[in-house]
């Protein structure tokens, strides 16, 4: 998708519609009334090899993003296709055999590890789900993970609590890497550590992917840090997509309003510059996901926003090459982006080969 | 890193549970307690050899003999027939901690079973609670009574007239004692279900049953601990007023709750007659308490190693 | 911020120390610094540097046992809070010292409305009726940039989102108008636009009401953004201090020069690989005999084992006020 | 002086829960219910008959009794009120046979107007009853606590399915007796005041009486004995040793008097193997494997210390007996030979029968070990007297299994249950029972051949031993239609003996009396097992 | 909130209707039967007619619905009837007790008062006690007052009230005369004496009962205060002044008190059941006692009854305590 090579790769993950709404029930009988559109259209696609960022305001839907696409969560809508194979249509057990080659590393370490299993009882837990190694042959891998997460082998019996955040994530790095996954979400995989070691497991994420070949799809809200790892990165707003576009070309000229705002808001960690920066602070609350506002998500807080912004949603289009915005500012110029059709055309087909 | 030789295997858990567990002052006195009275019952009888229901058949001597306070020949009296305390006390406190243990294992496995269905499958938690209301409400009673009536008289052909009231009246108590353990149990998983590791889990492929065995269960042993104490103290006392009943083990059968019970109406004459059952049962359950406070801390990884 | 003006707080040798199980720990060893009118402090240092027990302890928030602050001075207006009576401490929090806590998640108790959990401070130290407190409450709330104040008085914590949470936080701090703010991480759990909103509101305020703050953090972003001076903390002390154009220009202390080299940067260059500190962070038992950093250190030499280097200003002002540093090397090497 | 003494607090110890001994036979119910409704005539606590409504009791010299014995006739004594003031009629006593005979009422006492032709009002003061055979006995209907006079007029609309529905009639009947009710709470409290129209213008001495129900036993007699709380106590059965102790403390005395209650071993004559199908286990097809050998049968009774047993469990309460039918002194056998234990004649019995001692101390025949299952209902005493019997019998060499029923299953003779004692699977079997009145006819007819429990009867009967004599089913027609009193008290002593001293079927352990407790400030008590404990509530008064 | 609650009670409905025909075919399938405690000495073929009197021939289902017309239809009609004058219910059969021929219902009325006074305040104070000693304990964890209170709590849970009880009256009625150790249930309080009777009469078996409830809730209590004690927002408080009377009493024990509460409410149906031991040893012929003798005495129209009603007790108060909790913890939604 990025440069248009004459064969292109077909990517690993494909993401289309993806639609994930959590119902809500009221009333005497619990009659289905409404819905958290968490994850309300999305589409994109990760090639092989390449790290995706996805940032936004927090409770804009990454996470649902990131769990929908495994399958914690039975999706409301839409396909999402990784390697080949339908994840959402899945049964029970084909999921079950699908799982090894897509992994999740979780928001907060600490509590996506047991508190009362071991370190080899939790990295070795997806071989005792996926092989029938025996317990050396298992034990043996354990302590080849933590090497390659740079832990030392002599914590394997120690608990979660006995570590310091960094390490932590290392667990949780080295369980999704137990069965050789091709496709790993990070949810927020720094987001709950200090700044010295979000440096190491972002170092660890990277020297992984070269050695092994892996593909991110990289959840954060730390924009520097999206900068640094990821190669394209998907801006999120209430459930929808915002912007889409390489990282450079997003990190100096953000196109959606929201994606320029967000920028604005980090923090610059040097005092001269910091005191120059100029801001944008955004006004006013997140809508709720459960009522959406009408027209473009972002309407209420936009400050460009017009009229039309408030009656139409905005579809999200290639306006310049590579770079797919969601907005009214942008549509005139990408009417109807070859992009966008390309999509229509996939969508079709493989609607057709299911 | 290629020479794994000098490090250790990942070590038993349960060494470290135990090392955690020593340092516990309450639960290791607890243990010692406990311990003592166990082997009280159970090696006690090669010591003193007296049959707890030997009763004199010369009528003279057995006069002689009833109702003697404390000596040389009777270190705790005797009874009403001149049957001895020590040895009866010994026997009974064989039966009183089996049936406690077992019953309240039975009550406990029920309720944490129908708690952890309850709180992970979203389908079965209506059903299941209003199973335990169902529970709660019925009249105990009753169905004691229906249960011996069934499955008396089959079980003692089974296993003997012994063993199977002893699985009737465990298996009986604990099938009246659950909803409690039950509804906490439910109540901690519906919690821990929503917590990250469960999910982690799941994205690995664990199925449900592992999802249960090897992440709910754990931890929730606390909550289960504490039921798993009193239930003790329950199981003991209403295996007696279960004798009382007539639904019990043969009349002739000391256990402590019955020796208490007994003892009441000699309450005035003799009061060290309630003393010993009182004692010994109250020793019981404090000591469990302590031990459940152990190792409910020792069980805890956060906890244990600080 | 003059160098002559005197502190409103000033901590000295403050040592606060855990005793658990496994032995004691030595959270904090000999933290001296202090607070001029109206400046606001940051304090930066990985996480488990002591940096909010340093902050607890001064107003003896730590639950004790486990916790022991052992030595010290404290001079907050005159007085020395460690040695106060507890009624008398009691009156100095919130009414002198307002605290903005780590997690604004579970800081509100949940069962109390906002407005209750703002007039309380108000009721106990101003002497204000329930009447007079709900109006200045609903002030307050307006004050960190929530509308419709009035109203909102009435929602449960519950009912708000984290960055309102937040300011809800801070609203109560500020209740009763303190000397000395101390917010410890209080956007640490929020995302960029939040935090965006609140360093605001907080720039805003310093202005309207002139109060001293110390803010800590990890996030050397922010700390350049808002920050007078920085305290850096390692291992349970401080190892370096200096006014923030100071540090960043011109850092001194390995752990910092190491701790800013790893913040990868909006602008500028990409780097290929991340600068990271390598080495676990300290244990912290015992009392220290010598540098805490001296495992991790790149210029760690014999005496960083056998001694714990003292602060030591290095542009010739008095410690504490202008550039100080406690390292061994840069004592004794770098500026040989 | 009526009502000059206060208040009389009496505590029973099983809750009242009606006065109308009609709809319920409990003892409870029944004593309760004397002080308030009356028969023609009572039991003194000699067994004699004495008339309450009556002028005198009938007899074949006065003419009351006819010559063929077929119709007694009750001559009601003039000027007699109800507590509400109406006069006591002739119409009354006919109504109260209507009431207990009507088809669908389910009375309780039905059985005491069995055998009745009709019962008809000569006039205002006569009754008049008929038999439908001569009857030797005919002090069974309106004879007695069990069968009192009601008052038609109150209880006109309760006969049959009615019966149940009047609640106000059952609970506040309106009596001749000394008291009548004021208050009724259920299986709780009764209160009574002094009936004004009492036939005795100076009884009773009490203005009230409060009856209070609940509890056990020993908290009963510690109310009356220690406490001083309550006055009288009905049925303090606790341990001899707590009876001489509480007595120590000189706040009352217990009171004790024999009447013919027995507690008693039944042997069962037929097979209770579990290993049977159902349906015949227990049945006279199959006869017990050695039980149905009266050696054994006997050596167990030999091997039973009757004394050691009364002094453990009863005390001054009871007394060792070989007779089912210890009293009256008429229909009582002389017959002692079981009292003494016997251990060695016992085992010379059983060694005799071919029961060899084994290897582990337990006797075999055949390689068949000898073990008996040894049930009764729990109850302290039973439970001790079980050990002690175990005791014994193990002594003898025979391996015993305890087993204890709630009373409420054991005396339930609910058919679907298989712990009552009726159905009787077990080997050997304890309890107590006794006769109502003093004429043994109907009890020992109950040893008839065809009144054996079997499926057939849905388990009912009261031959639980199965035991079958033609003999015996002849001599208790004889007895029925024996007139001659002496002649009829030898064939009721051969009877007793057949089912004790001959056969061992039943070994009668203890005579149990009556024991009850009253404080010393009560006066006038005297026990009575014949008919009411408070019979003679009218006389009681308070010792000042 | 109130749909919830409305919803809950409509649930409500079908379930107790199976409770109940459970219940019934539990109490009719238990061995025993009324005739248990008519003497030996009555004859089987009366014994037969009685049965037949009483209607406990008929089949089941029969039965089982007779009991659900008389006790949904006929019973309310009957107490509309009291309560308003009219006869509606004339000549419809109530539910009658088969040991003592009466209303089962009047007798249940009769019943209520005592075991109010006595189970009810026993449960009262019980938590009276409780509440104070488990926030102590907790405030003060492993003080000798807390230790203190561990030993008394599992000494109290694990002897038996029938041994407690028979001690208080050993001591305190036989040796020094205080209190009566039998219940008075006729006792009407009038005035001041009567009133101090009444106190006298209570004293013993509320204590006995009173010890074990709190045992009980005092450990609740104490482990919801320890949960709570170690919030962040107990520290917010201390940070803002607070004195510890108003972090300890207001802040934290609001917070715990939600779980206990419902503890609480939970254990309020058990009042209803009497408290069977208690009421023998001290007579106090509660509706504890009136079960158990209803049970004995295979009183089927009394047990099915008396359990259903304890039956809709639990779910009732089942939903008191989500409701509660709802309304305790502003963050529980149910809609
Ligand atoms: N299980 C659920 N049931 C109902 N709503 C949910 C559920 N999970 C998430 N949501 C809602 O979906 C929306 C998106 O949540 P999500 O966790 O994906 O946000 P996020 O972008 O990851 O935020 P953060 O940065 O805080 O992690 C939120 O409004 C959240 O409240
Ligand atoms: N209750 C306690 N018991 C024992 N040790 C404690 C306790 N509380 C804190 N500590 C220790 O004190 C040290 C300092 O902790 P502190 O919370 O001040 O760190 P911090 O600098 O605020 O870190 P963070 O950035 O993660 O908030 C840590 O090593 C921690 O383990
Ligand atoms: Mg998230
Ligand atoms: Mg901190």
Known sequence: MLDASPKPIPPLVQVRGLKMYFPIYTGLLRRHTGDVKAVDGVSFDIMPGETLGLVGESGCGKSTVGRALLRLYEITGGNVVINGTDIATLGPEALRKARPQMQMVFQDPQASLNPRMTLADIIGEPLDEHTDWNSDRKLARVYELMDAVGLNRRFANRFPHEFSGGQRQRIGIARALALNPRFIVCDEPIAA????????????????????????????????????????VAVMYLGRIAELSPRDALYARPLHPYAEALLSAVPEPDPTLARARQRIILQGDVPSPANPPKGCNFCTRCPKAFDLCRRVKPELAEVEPGRFVACHLFSDTAAAGSTGASEAKERNQQGVTQ | MTDISHIEKPRSQWADVWSQFKTHKGAVAGLTVFVTLILFVTIGPFIWTVDPTYINPNAAEMIRTRNKPPSWQFPLGTDQLGRDMLARMMKGGQVSIAVGLVAMAISILLGTLVGVMAGYFKRLDGPLMRLTDLFLALPLLPLLLVMVMLFRDPL???????????????????????????????????????????????????????????????????????????????????????SFLGLGFPPDFPTWGRLLFDGVDYIQQYPERVMWPGIAISLTVLSVNYIGDGLRDALDPRIRGR | MADGATPVLDVRGLKTVFRTRGGEVHAVNSVSFHLNPGELLGVVGESGSGKSVTMMSLIGLLPSPPADVRAGTVMLGGRDLLKMSADDLRDVRGAKVGFVFQDPMTSLNPVFTVGNQIMEPLIRHMGLNKKQAQIRAAELLALVGI???????????????????????????????????????????????????????????????????????????????????????????????????ELFANPQHPYTRALLKTIPSLTGEREARLQVIEGQPPILSGAPTAC????????????????????????????????????????????? | ERGADGNVKVLYSQAVSIMNAYLSSGTKDVEVGSLVLEPLAGFDNEGNVIPRLVTEIPSVENGGISEDLTTITWKLTPGLLWSDGTPVTAADAVFSYEYCTHPEGGCAQAARYEGIEKVEAVDELTVKITWTAPKPNPFTAFVGATSPILQAAQFANCLGTAAPTCTEQNFKPVGTGPFMVTDFKVNDVVELAANPNYRDAAKPAFATMTVKGGGDAAGAARAVMETGEFDYAWNTQINPELQSQMEAGGKGVFVSAFGTLVERIEMNLTNPSPDLPEGERSTAKHPHPFLSDIRVRQALSKAIDRNLLVEVGYGNAGRATCNLVPAPALYASPNTDCIEQDMEGAKALLDEAGWTVGANGIREKDGKPLKILYQTSVNAVRQDFQALVKGWWNELGVDVELKSIDGGVYFGGDPGSPDTFQKFYADVEMYANNFDGTDPEPYLAQYLCDKAPKPENGWQGENVNRFCDPAYDAMVAELATTRDMDKRGEIAIRLNEMLTKDSYVIVPLVDRGRLSAHSNTLGGVVLNTWDSELWNASDWFRIK | MLTFTIRRLLMAIPTLLFISLVIFLLVDFAPGSPMSQIPLTVPPEVRLKIIEAM???????????????????????????????????????????????????????????????????????????????????????????????????????????????????????????????????????????????????????????????????????????????????????????????????????????????TVIALGIPTIFGGAIITEQVFKVNGLGALLINAIHGSDLPMVQTLTFIFAVLIVMFNLIADVLYGMLDPRIRYD
Request: hydrophobic share 50%; aromatic share 8%.
């Open chain 1, 193 to 232: 550590l200090d700044v010295s070691i979000q440096a190491q497991v972002v170092n660890l994420l990277e020297d992984l992917q070269d050695k092994l070949g892996l593909t991110y799809l990289f959840i954060s809200h730390d924009l520097s840090m999206v900068r640094h790892i990821a190669d394209r």
């Open chain 2, 156 to 242: 003692a052909r089974a296993m003997g007239p012994e063993a199977g009231t002893f699985l009737l009246i465990v298996f009986a108590i604990g099938v009246t004692s659950w909803m409690q353990a039950a509804r906490i149990v439910r109540g901690d998983v519906l919690a821990l279900k929503e917590r990250e590791f469960v999910l982690a889990a799941r994205s690995i492929g664990t199925p449900s049953r592992r999802m249960i065995l090897r992440h709910i269960l754990p931890n929730v042993v606390s909550p289960i601990m504490v039921s798993a104490t009193l239930g003790i103290a329950s199981a003991i006392i209403t295996e007696s007023a279960l």
């Open chain 3, 147 to 245: 509308p419709d104040a009035a109203a909102r008085l009435k929602s449960y914590p519950h009912q708000f989102s984290g960055g309102m949470r937040q300011r809800v936080m801070i609203a109560i701090a500020l209740a009763c108008d303190p000397d000395v703010l101390i917010a410890d991480e209080p956007t640490t759990a929020l995302d960029v636009t939040i935090q965006a909103q609140i360093l605001e509101l907080v720039k805003d305020l310093r202005q309207k009401l002139g109060m001293a703050i110390v803010w800590i953090t990890h996030d050397l972003g922010v700390i350049a953004g808002i920050a007078d001076r920085v305290m850096v903390m390692y291992g349970g002390q401080v190892v370096e201090q200096a006014p923030v154009r």
């Open chain 3, 292 to 336: 805490p950093f001296r495992a991790r250190c790149a210029y760690a030499f014999a005496r960083c084992e056998v001694e714990n280097p003292e602060r030591r200003a290095i542009d010739g002002r008095a410690v504490g006020q202008g550039h100080d540093v406690a390292c061994h090397w840069t004592a004794e090497v770098a500026h040989a």
């Open chain 5, 55 to 261: 209607g406990a021939n008929d089949p089941l289902f029969v039965r089982y619905l007779l009991w659900l017309k008389q006790f949904f239809w006929v019973e309310p009609l009957v107490l509309f009837d009291t309560l308003f004058g009219t006869s509606h219910a004339h000549g419809m059969q109530r539910i009658v007790s088969w040991q003592s021929r009466s209303p089962v219902m009047d007798i249940i009325w009769q019943r209520l008062p005592q075991t109010l006074s006595v189970v009810g305040s026993a449960y009262v104070i019980g938590v009276l006690i409780a509440l104070p000693i488990g926030i102590y304990s907790a405030y003060r964890q492993y003080s000798w007052f807390d230790q203190l209170g561990t030993f008394i709590a599992m000494i109290g849970f694990s002897v038996p009230t029938f041994f407690t009880g028979v001690v208080l009256i050993l001591v305190f009625s036989v040796n020094l005369g205080w209190f009566p150790s039998i219940y008075d249930t006729s006792l009407r309080v009038t005035d001041w004496e009567s009133f101090l009777k009444q106190v006298k009469q209570m004293a013993m078996p509320v204590a006995v009962l009173a010890l074990y409830n709190a045992a009980q809730i005092s450990r609740y209590m104490r482990s919801s205060m320890l949960d709570n004690l170690a919030q962040d927002y107990v520290r917010t408080a201390r940070a803002k002044g607070m004195a510890e009377r108003v972090v300890v009493l207001k802040h934290v024990l609001r917070n715990s008190l939600i779980p206990v509460v």
